[in-house]
């Protein structure tokens, strides 16, 4: 493209830039997006390369910063700080801490307010929330292990990776564990884990309000609600944050104790803290790989949120055909909460997200059409699809059979 046509192509973007409503969130996607297009129509190519060369360091700076505890520091501030103060507030070297805020900022996690000084932004004190923080580790380790995929895929005539115990976990780590077996005896993994898991997959309002779950579980009242078998049974709920964000949603009343289940490994469930706990719950230590227990079957809704996405084709099918054996006709539904990959325009974040759950599990992130194959291997099909503009969403399925009745 001649550089006329990318100037030309620019305006024409900015132009239609200017016909959105910056105060309307539901433009915001649209709005970036085409500030992206912008830039890489009037962007070098040399300088896209360079970007992306220079990436390689952009995460170990911000972990580092993580562990010195700047994020917090610059959080708790009403003013920028100098790198003397941050030295000083932290115990740090202060011509280390510049050098490292120096790509933090250029990043867009600080802003650089003057001569070594940086000041908070909304990305940087995300970082200072411990959840997020416990993310920005975990990653660190993700990226040390997807440093080994050239040589694994050269090994392997290029194939993908599709396998949980024969991937590139086990070649990077020399192991024939799977991820979870691996880590299952590091305390610091685990524990970043789940406080991870507790950070929101979606933008905006909540899941349960932005899906309308209320309105799906109760339709209105032309569904009469069993009182003797589970309302919502959470499987693989881990702390419980996701069912919290349900209860929070549904009219007061409309379900008794015992009605809604938590379900996650015996270690998840014994380690959810006093301040998470909560009593309107039933905390059921369960291995998602076995049947559900016969108290637990026959529930209104069974939700799978962001667990899907950690296996290959043949774990999630053994997951999901435990929960289809549970679901009564006519009456139950199963509620995957997950990434839902575009045909074309997936974004960086999933993008990401994908060739991680690829390179720790051997997984994908999934496009409609492959939950809807996926789910067939289990007999069951899709209801309805929603999803927000990052690409979250919710598939609703119910048993084949039941459309018969």
Request: charged share 20%.
């Amino acid at each position: 493209m001649s550089a006329e046509s990318k100037v030309a192509e620019a305006s024409a973007t900015i132009e239609q830039l200017l016909t959105l409503d910056v105060s309307d969130r539901k433009t915001h996607a649209e709005i970036v997006e085409k500030c992206r297009a912008v830039i890489s129509a009037l962007q070098d190519p040399a300088a896209v390369v360079v970007e992306t060369l220079a990436s390689v360091t952009t995460h170990p700076s911000l972990v580092a910063l993580s562990n010195l505890g700047i994020f917090e520091k610059l959080a708790a501030a009403n003013e920028p700080l100098t790198g003397a103060q941050l030295a000083e507030r932290t115990g740090g070297d202060q011509a280390l801490i510049v050098r490292l805020l120096r790509i933090a900022a250029a990043s867009g996690i600080v802003t650089e307010t003057g001569p070594q000084t940086f000041a908070a932004t909304g990305a940087s004190r995300m970082l200072a929330i411990p959840s997020f923080a416990a993310g920005l580790r975990l990653n660190h380790r993700t990226a040390e292990l997807a440093n080994s995929l050239p040589a694994y895929l050269a090994q392997t005539e290029n194939r993908n990776i599709t396998s949980y115990t024969n991937g590139l976990f086990q070649y990077h780590y020399k192991t024939d564990q799977g991820s979870f077996e691996y880590r299952a005896s590091d305390e610091a993994w685990m524990t970043d884990f789940n406080l991870f898991m507790t950070v929101p997959n979606n933008t905006g309002n909540s899941w349960p309000e932005t899906f309308d779950a209320r309105g799906k579980i109760f339709a209105g009242g032309a569904v009469k609600i069993n009182a003797d078998t589970p309302l919502v049974v959470d499987v693989a709920g881990g702390m419980g944050q996701d069912l919290r964000r349900l209860k929070e949603y549904l009219p007061l009343g409309s379900f008794t104790k015992g009605q809604l289940i938590l379900q996650d490994q015996a270690h998840v469930i014994e380690s959810v803290p006093a301040d998470m706990h909560d009593d309107a719950f039933t905390y059921v230590p369960h291995n998602f790989f076995g049947p559900q227990p016969a108290a637990y079957r026959g529930a209104r809704v069974y939700t799978l949120k962001s667990v899907l996405h950690d296996w290959a084709d043949e774990k999630a099918v053994e997951i999901l055909r435990h929960i289809a054996d549970s679901l009564t006709p006519g009456y139950s539904k199963l509620w995957i909460l997950d990434r839902i990959v575009p045909e074309t325009g997936a974004d960086k974040a999933l993008a990401w997200l994908d060739i991680s759950m690829m390179a720790i599990y051997g997984a994908l992130e999934r496009t409609q059409e492959q939950w809807a194959g996926l789910l067939q291997k289990v007999g069951l099909r899709i209801v309805s699809v929603q999803a927000t503009p990052d690409h979250f969403g919710l598939i609703e399925a119910e048993l084949e059979t039941a459309v018969l009745n």
